[in-house]
Nanobody
Framework: VQLQASGGGLVQAGGFLRLSCAAS????????MGWFRQAPGKEREFVAA????????YYADSVKGRFTISRDNAKNTVYLQMNSLKPEDTAVYYC????????????????WGQGTHVTVSS
């Protein structure tokens, strides 16, 4: 599956953004989807993941209660709603897809999007 992330930008602390990740192919609903981020000088880290039907979601502790992952299988798209943004959320955000949740959460997904930049100013 090919992925294309969008929706990044510059926002003030406390603001919000919604990232989107559009997937190609007819088997989107069979993929677990995830979001990762990589800040300058840091390693890529897990942000959130969502199961095939959207019923199961997983979050990093740093974003729980502020970020929400969702998906629309009819549109082959996964979203990341980011509220109450903080300067430390500044990073390049990547979407990822794989068949198994463990693979996605571990950062070992077979498919990755190109990344979208999020900058949160203080």
């Amino acid at each position: 599956v090919q992925l294309q992330a969008s929706g990044g930008g510059l926002v003030q602390a406390g603001g919000f953004l919604r990232l989107s990740c559009a997937a190609s192919g007819r088997t989107f609903s069979s993929y677990v989807m995830g979001w990762f981020r990589q800040a300058p000088g840091k390693e890529r880290e897990f942000v959130a993941a969502i199961g095939w039907s959207g019923g199961n979601t997983y979050y990093a502790d740093s974003v729980k209660g502020r970020f929400t992952i969702s998906r629309d299988n009819a549109k082959n798209t996964v979203y990341l709603q980011m509220n109450s943004l903080k300067p430390e959320d500044t990073a390049v955000y990547y979407c990822a897809a794989d068949r198994a949740i463990r693979t996605v959460v571990a950062g070992s997904s077979g498919s990755w999007g190109q990344g979208t930049h999020v900058t949160v100013s203080s």
